[in-house]
């Protein structure tokens, strides 16, 4: 099988490293994860052998180590993906409110993009923060029993649930596609101050994390408890 068959999902889950340079092309790994690299780079109008000369340039050096978690037990990757990319979203949301809003009431005027970059920041807290309190209060509570043996539980199949998780992760894919796009790939303004600045980094990483956090729940995490319940 040569590179431009294998699946996005497959790609990330084996090196991780690649994830950046899909996120800078403006390939979904996360919520099409299911895309072969031909596919994905039809659908973005990207010439495949380009797209596979930009893969082909992260090397080995840059190789994160994030390979580790792909080796996780159900119940553990459940606990890596709360204890770090939960525990993240947690602290950097509110931050990032308090940060839009100050960029918008300095920047604001010369700067018209900036209203809708807090309005989508106020969006994207929104969806993810009721987001993570369910996956936290019923999801992954399910899929630790599960991994003990639990089969049965009040809403039914786990299927339920990962479904719903499933579309919430669609919309805030949605939700940062469009912050990638008003914010023109998160290109700082020659006039931008440090804050300014400081925003769109946050926010690029925040898209980076969070797409890797839903990679590993859509490819790993939610296909495995599925397949735990049988």
Known sequence: MTII???LGDLVAERPAVAPALDR???DYCCHGDRTIAEAAAVAGLDVSSVVDALDAVGAADDTGETAWTALA??????HIESTHHAYLHAELPELVA???KVLSVH???HAELAAVRRLVDAVVADLEPH???EERILFPAIRALAAGQREFPFGAVENPIRVMAQEHDAAGELLAELRAVTSGYAVPADACASYTSLYERLEALELDTHL???KENHSLFPRAIAAQG
């Open 132 to 134: 993570l309190l369910k």
């Open 108 to 110: 604001g005027e010369r």
């Open 74 to 79: 159900l119940d553990a990757l459940a606990d």
């Open 25 to 27: 092309l403006g390939l």
């Open 213 to 215: 956090h839903i990679h």
């Open 99 to 101: 940060l839009a809003t």
């Open 5 to 7: 068959d294998r699946t």
